[in-house]
């Protein structure tokens, strides 16, 4: 069933070893949706390539890229920070208003 928040979808590569990136990035992004109360969807392609990339979506608009990772070290501090900028700049978006009664939360959360 699709969150009335969206669901957070991480998409990776399911031949490249991604190991502690792709663990911080997960983290983050859990502790992100528990914040939106939304779900979360990691989406694994059979090809190989570096990026872990993040998007946010929804309902059936398009999906919306919220954080990008080509092989930097970042911790899951850094991450979700990342996560919750871009989350509180899609709280003023029109279509997301369900975003904008989370705003409080969004920022507080840490």
Known sequence: MESPSGKLLVYT???????????????????MAKV???NVEVVTFRKKFMPIYV???NGDEEPIPIY??????????EIYVTLRNMMFVLSFHPKHAMLR??????MQFS
């Open 55 to 57: 998007y946010y979506k």
């Open 101 to 106: 009664h989370l705003r409080k939360e969004i």
């Open 36 to 38: 939106l109360k939304a």
């Open 68 to 77: 990008y990772n080509n092989g930097e070290k970042s911790e899951t501090r």
């Open 13 to 31: 590569s399911s031949f490249t070893s991604h190991g502690k990136r792709l663990t911080h990035v997960s983290s983050a992004v859990e502790k």
